[in-house]
Structure formats: structure tokens, C-alpha cells
């Protein structure tokens, strides 16, 4: 079953209001990394996660990493319409036997401008 | 660099016919990895190759055949292809395996009619 899973699945605010995605796992990941994917596009690196607890900032974006570092988060401030997308959260998991970067279902997030 | 390129980037195929979907990468990666996007499905892993000379199965590998060519190219081949193999078919590469950021190329767009 999925083991990496994400909350919710759409999004749709107004602009200028925040966004926040959830992502959590079944196991203990060593680290957990976000993707952006724009409408047609495709999937965009954006950020790792390694140590527990850590918290970090591009512009109006903050991703933080749970202390268990079984669930991370997304948050957007203040959403623009450049914003939209759908934000994928992946983590390593092991599945028979080898390690595995296994992506969430995503969050698809829409802005009404 | 041109990252990663994949062709072609739409195809319509009948059920039962075969095709091969080419991937390169420049940015001399070690691993190289096959996904296909359905709707509210995320990104489901169908194989990856961990390093040259090497394949192995991901999430979703039936109905699909592989081959590492070289360091730079991974192609992913349909024998004979089904409507559920409608989708979007994206390559993707990381210098290391498992736990390393992973860029992706542009996508193959795949009707099965």
C-alpha cells in the first residue's frame, strides 16, 4: 500500500491567502524531499529535508520536517498565482529489499486570483 | 546541458502494438528511473536502474520491459501495449541511487486506444 501519503489532495484558495500541504509516512525517513509540478509540466526539485526537526525558507515557502521525521509539511504564505501546481513530497523507502524514493499522491493547488 | 530529454513526447497507439520510449541524460548520472503520472495517482515507479549495467523492478513493472544502453540512456519498451497503459510516461535521473534528488525530463504522452 501507498506509504508515503498526502493531505489533501486538491487545494483551491483565493490569492494572497496561505497553503499548506501534508505529508506523512509510515516509517522513519532519512530524509524527505519536495517537488513542484506545473499544469503540463513536469516534476521540479525544490528542497530536502534531512535532520530532524529542520525548518527551511525559500521566500514565501517554508518546509518543515517532523521530529520523528515520519511527516513533513509545505507551507505557502501568502499564495500567487504562480503558485499553482500540484506539490509531490518523496521519501526513501525500503521495499523488497532495496531503497526506494517513493512519491506522495500530491496536492494539487489551485488559486482563484 | 539539456538535462534530461525524452522522445517522442506524444504517441497513440492500437491495443497489441509496441513502441519504445527513449530517455538520455548529459549530466553523467549514475541512476536513471522510469514513472508513469496517472490521475490522483502521484508518480508510480515501473523500474529504475540503480547504475549501468544494472535494472531492477519498481512499483508497477508488468506489461514493461527496460534496457540500461549506456550511462546515458534508459529506454522503456511496451510489447504489446493495453489501454491501461494510457498515462504520462516520465524519465528521471539522480547521481546516486535511492535517496538523491532526482531531475526529471519533459514526459511522453501515451493514448491506447
Given at each position: 500500500g501507498q506509504q508515503v501519503m498526502q493531505i489533501p489532495q486538491y487545494q483551491h484558495v483565493q490569492e494572497g491567502e496561505d497553503f499548506t500541504t501534508y505529508c506523512n509516512s509510515s516509517t522513519t525517513l532519512s530524509n524527505i524531499q519536495w517537488y513542484k509540478q506545473r499544469p503540463g509540466g513536469h516534476p521540479v526539485f525544490l528542497i530536502q529535508l534531512v535532520k530532524s526537526g529542520e525548518v527551511k525558507k525559500q521566500k514565501r515557502l517554508t518546509f518543515q520536517f517532523g521530529e520523528a521525521k515520519k511527516n513533513s509539511s509545505l507551507h505557502i504564505t501568502a499564495?500567487?498565482?504562480?503558485?499553482v501546481g500540484t506539490y509531490f513530497c518523496a521519501g526513501p523507502v525500503w521495499i523488497q529489499g532495496a531503497q526506494k524514493l517513493v512519491f506522495g499522491q500530491g496536492t494539487r493547488l489551485t488559486i482563484n486570483p | 546541458n539539456a538535462g534530461v530529454t525524452q522522445t517522442p513526447k506524444f504517441q497513440v497507439l492500437k491495443t497489441g502494438q509496441s513502441m519504445t520510449l527513449q530517455c538520455a541524460q548529459d549530466?553523467?548520472?549514475n541512476s536513471m528511473y522510469w514513472y508513469r503520472q496517472d490521475p490522483g495517482m502521484g508518480l508510480r515507479l515501473i523500474y529504475y536502474s540503480a547504475s549501468e549495467g544494472t535494472t531492477d523492478k519498481g512499483e508497477v513493472p508488468n506489461g514493461y520491459n527496460v534496457s540500461r544502453?549506456?550511462?546515458r540512456e534508459f529506454s522503456l519498451r511496451l510489447e504489446s501495449a493495453a489501454p491501461s497503459q494510457t498515462s504520462v510516461y516520465f524519465c528521471a535521473s539522480s547521481?546516486?541511487?535511492?535517496q538523491e534528488t532526482q531531475y526529471f525530463g519533459p514526459g511522453t504522452r501515451l493514448l491506447v486506444l
Open positions: 499564495t500567487q498565482t504562480t503558485d | 549530466m553523467n548520472h544502453l549506456n550511462k547521481e546516486l541511487p535511492y
